[in-house]
């Protein structure tokens, strides 16, 4: 497909209108953590100010196991919001993933590469490039490395998304060989890969292909929270023609559980409908190491850094106290309890 820069930067905008202003969560299907119940122990003997939620992920270690979801770049708005939640990931010690840096790939005198930079504000942050592998070609590897170097990324976020994109106007729509495409890239590019979906889910089907590949880490961004067959309809057609398929993916808690029996080993992230502390809390039992949250950050994101501050930290705390009321003073105390399924 050929698009040019003035046209990535306009769709970014019309998804950010679409999420912000539209009916793109899932209607039918939730992620799943909802059959579950939180252990809750009356005799705790945690403190709640010294409940520790530090862990390592990727290479880094973070304050809190948390990750700011993929959204933007390269448009005006986009280093807006990039940089407002840089700030917030700093001040409290969790990742940040960016949105797609296909726009940068072409690049030569760095303008779009501004709405990506947010080193001044983060310099400790675990920082997480992004790109489609619907869009890679063979010999990309240099070019992505160049524009992770520029913008000093520790890993680089690689996005598998066929629903997504077949519902695209002019999407890509040809996912053969892609496989191959990602073992060549994992195996050229001198940054580890974390592979994601855009909230379609990642289950035991795609994950049993990954067992001989060099991926370092894989988020399920499984469904129950933003459905991107929604918002790509909505885009298109200015309402959601062909529900069904709006509807469809692995739901995130069926994901988690379907990638952590495959791959038992894969450092994972759960995403895809996390909204709470209850939901992190849950996913971090149901074997994710981290989670990540996009669509909720997006409007405090705008808004201003105060604000993106304010719904990150209110997660974080939330999260807190899920570990708090269920007697663990840490995160491997929190994995050692069992999940009650609801009767
Ligand atoms: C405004 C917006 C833009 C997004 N852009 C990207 C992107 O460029 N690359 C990507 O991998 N995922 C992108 N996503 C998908 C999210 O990273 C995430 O997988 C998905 O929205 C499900 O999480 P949620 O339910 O917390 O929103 C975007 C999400 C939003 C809300």
Redesign the pocket.
């Known amino acids: 497909m050929t698009m040019d820069r003035t046209g990535m930067a306009s769709r970014?905008l019309r998804?950010?209108d679409a999420?912000l202003h539209g009916p793109?969560?899932y209607e039918t299907v939730t992620t799943g953590f909802e059959n579950y119940r939180l252990p809750y122990n009356a005799l705790t003997q945690t403190n709640l100010g010294t409940v520790d939620l530090s862990t390592g992920f990727l290479g880094s270690q973070l304050r809190a196991p948390v990750l700011i979801?993929?959204?933007?770049?390269g448009a005006e708005l986009s280093r807006t919001i990039n940089r407002n939640l840089a700030e917030a990931a700093q001040k409290l010690g969790v990742g940040m993933?960016?949105?797609?840096q296909r726009i940068m790939l072409d690049d030569p005198d760095g303008t779009v590469a501004a709405s990506f930079s947010i080193r001044d504000l983060a310099p400790d942050v675990l920082l997480i490039g992004?790109i489609?592998l619907a869009q890679l070609s063979d010999d990309v590897a240099p070019k992505i490395a160049a524009a992770l170097d520029r913008i000093g990324a520790d890993a680089l976020?690689v996005?598998i998304?066929p629903l997504q994109e077949a519902m695209q106007a002019s999407g890509d729509t040809d996912f053969s060989g892609s496989l191959e495409r990602l073992r060549r890239l994992a195996d050229d590019l001198p940054y580890p890969i974390l592979l994601?979906?855009?909230?379609h889910g990642i289950g035991s089907a795609a994950a049993e292909r990954l067992r001989d590949l060099s991926i370092a880490a894989v988020?399920v961004?499984g469904a129950?929270?933003?459905s991107?067959a929604r918002?790509e309809q909505l885009v298109r057609y200015g309402e959601v023609r062909y529900p069904a398929v709006a509807e469809w993916g692995v739901p995130t808690a069926q994901a988690l559980t379907e990638v952590r029996a495959t791959l038992p080993n894969m450092p994972l992230v759960a995403?895809?409908?996390?909204?709470t502390g209850v939901d992190a809390a849950k996913a971090l039992m149901l074997g994710a190491d981290v989670v990540?949250?996009?669509?909720?950050l997006?409007a405090p994101a705008i808004e201003s850094p105060a604000a993106a501050l304010d719904a990150l930290h209110g997660f974080v705390e939330e999260l807190r106290v899920c570990l708090h009321g269920c007697g663990a003073a840490d995160l491997p105390a929190l994995r050692r309890l069992s999940l009650t399924p609801r009767g």
């Not at 993933?97 to 797609?100: A, D, H, N, P, Y």
């Not at 990540?292 to 909720?296: D, G, Q, S």
């Open positions: 970014k998804h950010i999420c793109v969560e979801g993929a959204m933007t770049g993933m960016l949105g797609s992004n489609g976020a996005h998304n994601k979906e855009v909230g988020d961004a129950g929270g933003t991107w918002v995403s895809g409908g996390i909204r990540a949250l996009a669509r909720p997006l």
